[in-house]
């Protein structure tokens, strides 16, 4: 086991990127070589040691024996975890774009907020955000209609926009609110939002399911009434309560489900 | 200027009938030449393949449809991402490259020229300021008739000499080098929503059909004896049981007699692949290929460029709207479409060729097999329809299937490709294997003299010095047994001269210079010309929405022009 600490001491006003900074690639790197290491900063590259203390107790025989725990606020350090395959990653505090980006596998935890785009093009692995994000958490590149194909995503806060947009698999569970268009373009895979939802989830949705269990503001007319549903299992997982039943979006002849907490939606029935 | 010998090279110039020569190549001035002095540099490429620099007589590299493609498919340019270093800029993209990754990458393959084949007119000023930007090459562009409005009504009224003083004029105008048609009638169909389906099919309103247009079209291309003969993307491109379009095209302008003595064809079929479909539909769908081959192995006025499928996730783009829009129905995936007015449309839409599927497996049969069934190399090209059926960097994984039969086997025995590739063609009968000789000529000599180039293609003294060099013995290496050998080293020249400078060396890219740009300036034909714009010009008034004035190409458009004068003969 190898714990490796990075102690935020400066934060900078252009965002640090630690694609580079994964247990994949680190875990043979002793405290020499994090102080070696310099750290791309906008299209130059500064010392780590600049903005970290640095501090690496033990030893990892591969990737899956590192712990890396990122101390203070990485509001200003892009792709914490991208790539990752294995390993845990542990911000204390929040973390700018692109966080666990492309994850294969592992897992990042989030004390604080994530910025958008956490979570992209995931493949596996686990991320979860102890506060909120913003827009495209566990979305597709831009342009791309592939997006997050594995793994899982829990998200204590709330969610932005287009969450979970082209997903392809994996699951999305928001414990807050979410807004406008989640699982816009999906085609697979599962999203759970225990929170309010602004408007049209699952607009252009192919295939899969997204579960609300709080209020959804406005439904796309795509969607249409199927049955209401008692205690029902939906990709294998067992929910309690009433849920009113949707099939859609038909705009697109998708045939994925939209079920509705049925007591806090009586407006639908 | 220095001077330069490629000492002991094995030779490749099928113009000139040199297939496997040891011998050295001499150049001077950026020209060839017989001899150079003892102070010539000495290059030793003992028993290297040495030939002339690549020509692509088919792709898209420059102008609106690419600028469009980039912004619509941010996902395709970030792979492709090449870091800048002390000569080139940075790289990106995979199926449409950023414009200098365009020279960079053809440079690195060897090849010297390069032809955009489809430049709309209204664009015209568009594409040259792309292929400024693009270094390395030079750059061929082929202005699009197949649906402008005054072609279909002179084509409609029969009037071939003021069509002739059209093409004339058109050429000076957008800065052309020949005629361009795509889908004859069917783009204009498109304006109404439809298609039209075969070569007697009229348009909408103009009431005229591909055949009258092709044959109109031919018919002014040989009155003014341009050096590139009609280059046709026929009606029906991509639908089953599309070859008797196909052959139609190429039969309905056989009696029209050449007037040019620096290409032997009438006509040449673009991307021919997709064109040579049998059946009705994709259930029944199976090879046109041995029908198409069979006509063109017969009749000398046709050459062709194949359109290979490279099975890569790459990017559609065309002037055939309609069939655009029926791509993306069939895969669902992000559409683009754009009227050019009064002249042509086009559609971009991302496909992927994947060979785990059946329908990619077979057009990547068909491909192969109009290679290896069309007998005469002088009559076909090597292309990709880059980016259509793939991208131009698999060319040398395409000479590595034409070399070896063994590796197609092998591909369709590993299921690389699916059984469609052999069940529904006759790709698993042919075991021809090209030589180096003929690759030569499919990817350089044969192209040149379509084009009717007369400066290069040729390692003849007084051509261009544009030559390739590739680390490759054909005395040691068996092209059947090593295709990754033979991809690696077409992919990666060990040298690419362009007018006598070395660009690349070893597989990288030394020297970055501007690209030419290659035009056709006809010259006899000023009275038609001027009577025939003074008719033209309240029609243009009329209908565009942009000024004459801000249509035609100005000069510092193309700030490095190769023209090419023909004397019309009228």
Redesign the interface.
């Known amino acids: 086991m190898k714990t490796i600490t990075l102690t935020l001491k400066k934060k900078s006003q252009i965002a640090l990127e630690f694609d580079e900074l994964i247990p994949d690639k680190v875990f043979t790197w002793e405290k020499a070589d994090f102080e070696n290491y310099q750290v791309p900063v906008g299209n130059r590259r500064f010392p780590l040691t600049d903005y970290f203390d640095i501090e690496v107790e033990g030893t990892a025989a591969g990737p899956e024996e590192v712990k890396m725990i990122l101390e203070g606020d990485c509001g200003r350090v892009k792709y914490i975890g991208c790539k990752m395959g294995a390993g845990e990653i542990i911000v204390n505090g929040d973390a700018d774009l692109h966080c666990g980006a492309e994850m294969t596998g592992g897992k990042i935890t989030v004390n604080g907020d994530a910025e958008s785009y956490a979570g992209r093009e995931m493949k596996g692995g686990e991320l979860e955000i102890m506060g909120n994000t913003r827009e495209f958490c566990g979305c597709s590149y831009i342009g791309d209609w592939r997006g997050m194909s594995g793994g899982k995503i829990i998200l204590h806060g709330n969610a932005g926009k287009q969450l979970g947009e082209c997903l392809s698999g994996g699951e999305i569970y928001v414990e807050g609110d979410c807004d406008i268009l989640a699982g816009i373009h999906m085609s697979k895979g599962f999203i759970q939002i225990d929170g309010d939802v602004t408007r049209w989830p699952g607009g252009q949705m192919k295939n899969g399911n997204v579960l609300i269990n709080g209020e959804l503001g406005m439904l796309l007319e795509g969607f249409v009434y199927d049955e209401i549903v008692r205690d029902p299992v939906i990709d294998g997982k067992s929910f309690s309560g009433k849920y009113i039943k949707y099939t859609g979006d038909l705009a697109v002849n998708g045939k994925g489900g939209l079920y509705l907490n049925a007591e806090k939606n009586r407006k639908y029935l | 200027m220095m001077e330069y010998i490629l000492k002991n090279g094995i030779v490749y110039d099928p113009a000139n009938n040199i297939a496997g020569e040891k011998k050295d190549v001499m150049f001077k001035d950026g020209k060839i030449v017989e001899n150079v002095s003892s102070d010539a540099k000495v290059l030793d490429v003992t028993d290297k393949i040495v030939m002339p620099a690549g020509i692509d007589p088919h792709a898209h590299v420059a102008g609106p449809k690419l600028v469009v493609g980039r912004i619509?498919?941010?996902?395709?340019s970030?792979k492709g991402v090449v870091s800048p270093n002390e000569v080139c800029r940075p790289e990106s993209g995979f199926s449409i490259p950023s414009c200098p990754a365009t020279g960079y990458r053809y440079s690195r393959m060897g090849y010297g020229t390069v032809t955009e084949a489809a430049m709309p007119p209204l664009e015209a000023k568009h594409t040259h300021e792309e292929i400024m930007a693009i270094p390395n090459i030079d750059i061929t562009p082929l202005p699009l008739f197949g649906n402008n409005w005054f072609v279909m009504q002179y084509a409609k009224e029969g009037q071939i000499d003021e069509l002739a003083a059209f093409i004339s004029a058109w050429l000076k105008i957008t800065k052309g080098y020949g005629i361009k048609i795509v889908n004859p009638c069917g783009t204009e169909a498109w304006g109404w929503g439809g298609n039209v389906h075969g070569i007697d099919d009229p348009a909408p309103y103009f009431d005229v059909t591909g055949r009258e247009v092709i044959r109109a079209l031919s018919q002014a291309n040989e009155m003014l004896g341009l050096p590139h003969s009609i280059h046709v993307h026929p009606n029906d491109l991509g639908h089953p049981g599309n070859f008797p379009t196909t052959v139609n095209t190429l039969d309905c302008v056989k009696d029209i007699e050449k007037n040019s003595s620096v290409r032997n064809q009438t006509i040449h079929l673009t991307h021919a692949q997709f064109h040579s479909y049998a059946g009705t539909s994709w259930r029944d769908v199976e090879s046109g290929a041995e029908q198409v081959a069979d006509y063109i192995n017969k009749n000398k006025h046709v050459t062709c460029d194949i359109g290979q499928i490279t099975l890569d996730e790459t990017t559609t783009m065309t002037a055939d709207g309609p069939m655009e829009f029926d791509l993306h129905q069939l895969n669902g995936?992000?559409w683009a479409n754009k009227d050019i007015e009064l002249e042509t449309g086009s559609g971009i839409v991302p496909f992927i060729y994947s060979g785990k599927a059946p329908v990619p497996s077979f057009q990547w049969g068909v491909g192969l097999e109009l290679f290896l069934r069309i007998k005469d190399p002088w009559q076909v090209c090597l292309t990709t329809d880059h980016p259509n059926a793939g991208p131009f960097i698999r060319y040398p994984r395409i000479i590595s299937w034409l070399m070896s039969a063994e590796r197609r086997q092998e591909m369709m025995d590993n299921l690389e490709v699916r059984v469609w590739s052999y069940k529904r063609t006759g790709l698993g009968t042919l075991d021809r294997e090209y030589d180096f000789n003929e690759i030569a000529t499919i990817t350089r000599a044969a192209a040149a003299k379509i084009y009717g180039y007369q400066d290069r293609g040729e390692l003849t003294p007084g051509y261009n010095a544009d030559i390739a060099v590739y680390d490759l013995n054909p005395n040691d290496i068996d092209p059947s047994k090593e295709p990754a050998a033979i991809e690696q080293a077409f992919g990666n020249a060990m040298y690419t001269i362009k007018d006598g400078q070395i660009l690349v060396k070893d597989g990288e890219v030394v020297k970055v210079v501007p690209s030419h740009t290659l035009w056709t300036n006809v010259q006899g034909f000023e009275e038609q010309e001027k009577a025939v714009m003074e008719k033209v010009m309240p029609t243009f008034r009329r209908f565009y929405t942009v000024k004459f004035e801000n249509y035609q190409v100005q000069d510092h458009f193309t700030p490095n022009p190769l023209i090419t004068t023909v004397q019309a003969s009228k």
């Open positions: 619509y498919r941010p996902e395709d970030r995936l992000k």
